[in-house]
RNA sequence: UCCCCGUUAGCUCAAUGGCAGAGCGUUCGGCUGUUAACCGAAAUGUUGGUAGUUCGAAUCUACCACGGGGAGCCA
């Protein structure tokens, strides 16, 4: 195992005389007159080790065996790099090959591919140039939002990730089910009898872990959840996941400004972190991917959110003069071409968009004295659209009460909800970020499929 | 789920009703402290599937599968 002060990333900043061993994949490998370059990459870092190996230091079988896709581990003396490339490079001594790899048969070849065909060899895709900065970004975001929230004193609250409440109304549910599919169980009247199924009664894969987060919250005052969501939806877009992760804190005491004033310090703590350890990746991404990305990064990080009511930005939409596509009107909801409009034209930055009509959105968002619009705010960012949702909730007990009846719900799976209301019930506010839709943000990666490891659409779960 | 586009060698793409092609990759040879090198040669195909039109289909038609873009739903 490789351990602290031995990857790629750490010899790199060795001094030149040092003895080093390495161990990594061959991403390239190149021969001249009797002597053989071999890059060797461990996942650590965006460079790659270039070994230097002398005619006669390995013995014809092994050196055969050196080719691109390989593992090796390599011994030698670090010394100074009179090529291009690289500062620095190992002088190879010994060299054992662990796996070898077919040259004709393995798929990664030294010139670029589309991300659609690295999408087929996701099992391979890792050792690519972009995935691999892809990947150590999302881990840098994923220690970053723990060390945001931890530094304020949150606490992290492990969420269910089954749930057998089916009241969220964020869209569809994947169903959790132990019952035999080829013979269900019914009841007299012909429905699926739950009552023989694993909880005994429906079960599912949560949407959201909002509602308990809002039972710590009114516990613990500062609370966030971070983890996998599952939608069923049936959608077919580069923005959407049927399985996707998500930060969702949850405040006491809050109110919409102070809601709004952490998801902007949320979102440039992010991606400051992000910039000051990931340099050399978002560099990459910049270079090969998409050649805003970095200005972009620094801009949002430094500039002031714009904030801006519903009824304003409607009011803003009304008189730009366009021809929607979906025309604009007081109560109809944001469309993809009037968030993209507000943060790309009017304002040029992140823009807050606050107190929606109550048709609109969800039950649980505290109704404003208009008796019209709700404390609800969407974070909407140029180029993605919506990045964060999020609200004040309605602590009211008999307010929240009459507008699940509103909405036409049923009360009795909201007993411990309204419960909250009834017994020390306080101000209390939050949101949800998706981690892959402000990773394709950072790394300006178009597609969502290509910021997840492993990703779930309609239609796919390979590997 | 709807609209549009696509599917040809390992990869990226040509060929618009008449002999299946190129570049890259791969293999072999040459040259070279190389960096997505360069020069020469070779191997590589059930043209996504099924059915149809036609003397003849990669090409036209229908259906299906998969992929991409846009929309809806949302994070």
Redesign the pocket.
Same mark, same amino acid.
């Given at each position: 195992m490789l351990g602290p002060g031995g990857y790629v990333r750490d010899i790199l900043a060795m001094p030149v005389g040092s003895s080093v061993g390495i161990s990594g994949w061959v991403k390239?490998r190149?021969?001249?007159?009797g002597?053989h370059?071999a890059q060797v990459n461990d996942g650590s870092c965006m460079q790659d080790l270039?070994l230097?190996i002398d005619d006669g230091v390995l013995t014809a079988e092994t050196l055969a065996l050196v080719?691109?896709g390989a593992s090796v581990t390599a011994t030698g003396e670090l010394v100074a790099?009179? $090529? #291009? %490339?690289?500062s620095v &490079?190992l @002088?190879v001594t010994g060299l054992a090959v662990h796996g070898g790899a077919d040259?004709?048969a393995y798929?990664l070849? @030294?010139? %670029?591919?589309?991300m659609?065909?690295l999408?087929d060899i996701a099992h391979l895709r890792s050792r690519s140039n972009t995935f691999g900065a892809v990947f150590r970004v999302r881990n840098a975001v994923s220690y970053a939002i723990h060390r945001f929230f931890q530094e304020r004193g949150f606490i992290y609250v492990h969420t269910p990730v089954i749930t057998a409440s089916d009241c969220e109304g #964020? %869209?569809a549910m994947f169903g959790v089910t132990t019952l035999d599919m080829q013979n269900v169980p019914r009841t007299q009247s012909g429905a699926i009898d739950f009552s023989q199924d694993f909880f005994g009664k429906p079960a599912y894969l949560t949407v959201?872990g909002q509602l308990e987060a809002e039972i710590f919250a009114l516990a613990f005052s500062n609370v966030y959840t971070f983890g996998p969501t599952f *939608?069923a /939806? !049936?959608? !077919?877009?580069? *923005?959407?996941? #049927?399985e996707?992760w998500?930060v969702e804190p949850e405040m006491a005491f809050c109110d919409l400004a102070g809601d709004m004033r952490l998801a902007e310090d949320f979102l440039k703590y992010v991606i400051r972190y992000v910039l000051d350890t990931c340099l050399a990746d978002i560099e990459f991404f910049t270079k090969r991917i998409d050649p805003t990305v970095l200005g972009t990064l620094e801009h949002v990080a430094s500039v002031d959110f714009e904030h801006v009511t519903y009824t304003e930005a409607v009011d803003i939409l009304e008189r730009a003069g366009r021809n929607w596509e979906?025309p604009v009107e007081w109560g109809c909801?944001l469309? #993809? /071409?009037h968030e993209r409009f507000l943060t790309e034209e009017t304002f040029k930055r992140p823009v807050i968009v606050t107190d929606y009509p109550k048709q609109i959105k969800a039950f649980y968002m505290r109704a404003n004295d208009d008796g019209k619009t709700v404390r609800a705010m969407d974070v909407l960012a140029p180029r993605i =659209? &919506?990045?964060? =949702?999020g609200s004040q909730r309605e602590e009211r007990h008999d307010v929240l009460q009459a507008r699940i009846m509103e909405q036409g719900l049923d009360l009795e799976p909201y007993w411990w909800y309204l419960d909250l209301r009834r017994f020390g019930s306080v101000p209390h506010a939050g949101f $949800?970020? $998706?981690v892959?839709?402000i990773l394709m943000y950072l790394t300006g990666m178009? !597609?969502? *499929?290509d910021v997840i490891p492993f990703p779930r659409t309609p =239609?796919?779960a390979e590997f």
């Open positions: 390239t190149r021969d001249s007159k002597i370059f270039q230097v080719t691109t790099s009179p $090529g #291009a %490339g690289q &490079e @002088k040259t004709v798929p070849q @030294k010139k %670029g591919h589309t659609e065909f999408r #964020a %869209g959201s *939608r /939806e !049936n959608s !077919n877009t580069p *923005r959407h996941l #049927a996707f998500m979906f909801d469309q #993809a /071409e =659209g &919506e990045i964060i =949702g $949800g970020l $998706g892959e839709r178009k !597609n969502i *499929r =239609g796919s």
